[in-house]
């Protein structure tokens, strides 16, 4: 099936730094979610998107809305152990109702304390 | 709340047998989702359902899936007879409102198939 290509694959950071990771589509999506996935879990939301250039934050998160509709992104700000883990993006592009959410390949964080 | 809840964590069978996974979703969520995890093809819907009847199943890889939701506190998915490919970790998920009226999609542990 589609999928959203997300970047980077993984990252290796010190305890203390900043993180930016980014999903891009060839298609128009109406929504953009940001999801963390713990080891032996299900994904956990994040940040919900619904509207074009929309920036939210969620604590240490922030996530923004690409204006072109085609690409979100999501930025951990001074990052410690806890958020170790894999991020997903994933979009729908029928808006409001997530019924047909299209998963990103995830970005593997990993905190070096 | 317990969130969603599914069943078997683990499963390990042979080629050729049946499996079951069950969930129970969050009381209260009309959607529920079942959805399949694998590093090849990362998360992939495989069928939802609204208010207990099936939306769309166009996910689902073959006739050996089927999947069914008698109530609105349990669903079933099924596949017979299980192949080595169908490997992966199963996630259901149910959808409703939050406290902020948002519509928030919550997954459940996943029930993670082995098949040999």
């Known amino acids: 099936g589609q999928q959203l290509n997300q970047s980077p694959q993984s990252m290796f950071i010190q305890e203390g730094e900043d993180v930016s990771m980014n999903c891009t589509s060839s298609?128009?999506?109406?929504?953009w979610l940001w999801y963390k996935q713990d080891p032996g879990e299900g994904p956990v939301l994040l940040i919900a998107?619904?509207?074009?250039?929309e920036l939210t934050s969620n604590g240490r998160l922030t996530a923004q809305f690409g204006i072109t509709r085609k690409d979100s992104f999501l930025n951990i700000s001074a990052s410690i152990p806890s958020d170790v883990g894999i991020y997903f993006c994933?979009?729908?592009?029928?808006?409001?109702?997530?019924?047909?959410?299209?998963f990103g390949t995830g970005t593997l964080l990993a905190v070096q304390p | 709340d317990a969130g969603v809840i599914q069943s078997p964590r683990h499963e390990v069978t042979e080629m050729g047998q049946e499996v079951t996974l069950r969930c129970k979703p969050i009381?209260?969520?009309?959607?529920l989702f079942w959805y399949r995890q694998t590093m090849m093809r990362g998360l992939e819907l495989l069928i939802y359902f609204n208010n207990n009847v099936p939306i769309d199943d166009s996910g689902m890889p073959e006739d050996r899936f089927s999947a069914k939701m008698p109530n609105a506190s349990f669903s079933t998915l099924k596949i017979q007879p299980s192949e080595p490919r169908d490997s992966a970790v199963y996630f259901c998920a149910s959808r409703g409102l939050d406290r902020a009226g948002a519509n928030v999609l919550t997954f459940g542990a996943g029930s993670r198939l082995t098949v040999l």
């Open positions: 298609s128009i999506f109406n929504t």
């Open positions: 994933a979009g729908s592009k029928y808006g409001g109702a997530t019924n047909k959410l299209i």
């Open positions: 009381s209260g969520h009309d959607y």
């Open positions: 998107l619904y509207k074009a250039g």
